[in-house]
């Protein structure tokens, strides 16, 4: 069995100064290509999905994939809730074995933000299972909404202490640049920024938008406390792409091994490469 909480993988991994890749999920080839990567390289990783998958998928049949695989992994995995948008969401998905849950309460004021989280961390840490808060926004699309950068923010390191004090959340995202999807400009990340919230928070710190974000800005976020890092975009182009280039091969496409196989392994050798940067493999 190894279906394991994601606060005890990050906290670890900011303890040892590494972090866990946690990959978006949308059904059983994403699921093995993930854990196939992490079980090669012999390292933790987290599953995870939001409203959009969930919504697209189902939470139940998603959720039994991921445990399973979690479960019947060589390695540690957790399953995790990412952008829950609702409490109802964060409750369906703690019911149906999430280790851990994030509520989105980001774009609330401060204290509504506290309130939201004070209620999910209360009811997810009487049930074992961990929270991830957002303090700060961070731009393009979440959860199905649209930030744009105007909305965008980034994390005020004193109010970032005030919310891990007040609400008791396990991990911080924090809002330091990065951006959700692929960057139409080059990106300005914060790394200064990090350095300040890291110095007056000690929980494991979350990096949303890590697709296309460049490799030595996430050696440094990581080096800095960065102990998770989400990756979407990048890993459904690889697995689409790959999908779409063999859509003209007449042996591929009416073959279910043949269809799906290749984009597989694209995804698989997508997260590798993640994980081996996120572990200074
Ligand atoms: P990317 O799509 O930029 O990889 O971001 C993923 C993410 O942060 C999910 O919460």
Known sequence: ???????????????????????????????????????ELNQPVILQNGPLELNWAGARPLALL???AAQHAKIPAAVHLDHGNNLELVKRCMELGYTSVM?????????RNVAAMREVVQ???????AVEGELGRIGGEEAGMNVNEGDAHLTDPEEAAEYVKQTGVDALAV???????????????RLDLLKRIAEKVSIPLVLHGGSGTPDEIVREAISLGIAKINICTELVAAY??????QQTDEDFRYHVPGIFTKPRTAAAELVKKKIRLFAGL
């Open 66 to 68: 991921m445990r399973d």
């Open 175 to 189: 809002g330091i640049g990065t951006v959700h999807g692929f960057y139409k400009s080059r990106p300005n990340i």
């Open 123 to 129: 009811a997810a840490h009487a049930g074992g299972v």
């Open 240 to 245: 689409n792409d790959t999908m779409v280039r």
């Open 1 to 39: 069995m190894s279906l394991v909480s994601m606060d005890v993988l990050l906290r670890e991994a900011r303890g040892q100064g590494y972090a866990v890749g946690a990959f978006t999920v949308w059904g059983l080839a994403s699921i093995q290509a993930v854990i196939a990567a992490a079980e």
């Open 103 to 111: 509520l989105d309460a980001s774009h609330l004021p401060f204290d």
